[in-house]
């Protein structure tokens, strides 16, 4: 069911990051601008054509042909991991992050400061806030987290 990602899962892929935005940070942001005009399938889609770094680094999980949600890995770093909202408790949040974990050795994340839910799933399979904290693009907060 996990699989490479291909060009052509690229707009199920931003749709499912971008609902994912919208769902979960947008309530504390509150920024419309961002969230509901340049945060766009579209452009997001274009990040993942054929040949991208995210294509290459993206992988899904393809249930029967229904892309239910992603994981993108950098070396070792946990880069992205989104769930289509239905499909969440579901345990398809953590086949992802143990494929990640055993094919690559997947051991640390940036994590949104707010996103308790995320915090506490990653917490579940093993990892832990390290205290280090950045402020991406001038508004984000994000806390580092290690899987030891």
């Known amino acids: 069911m996990i699989r490479p990602a291909r060009p052509q899962d690229a707009s199920r892929i931003a749709e499912i990051i971008i609902t994912n935005y919208r769902v979960n940070f947008y309530p504390f942001f509150l920024n419309d601008e961002f969230y509901f005009s340049e945060l766009n399938v579209v452009d997001m889609a274009a990040e ?46 953590a086949e992802l992050l143990e494929f990640a974990v055993n094919r690559f050795g997947a051991d640390n ?8 839910r995320g915090i506490a799933f990653y917490k579940r399979h093993g990892f832990k806030l390290t205290g280090k904290k950045i402020i991406e693009d001038e508004w984000v907060p994000l806390v580092k987290m290690v899987r030891e």
């Open 48 to 93: 993942y054509a054929e040949g991208s770094e995210e294509l290459l680094n993206t992988f899904v999980y393809d249930d029967n042909g229904v892309i239910k949600g992603i994981i993108r890995v950098n070396g070792t770093e946990v880069v992205k991991l989104y769930i289509e909202p239905q499909f969440q408790g579901c345990g398809i949040g």
């Open 109 to 116: 994340l940036w994590a949104l400061e707010y996103n308790t």
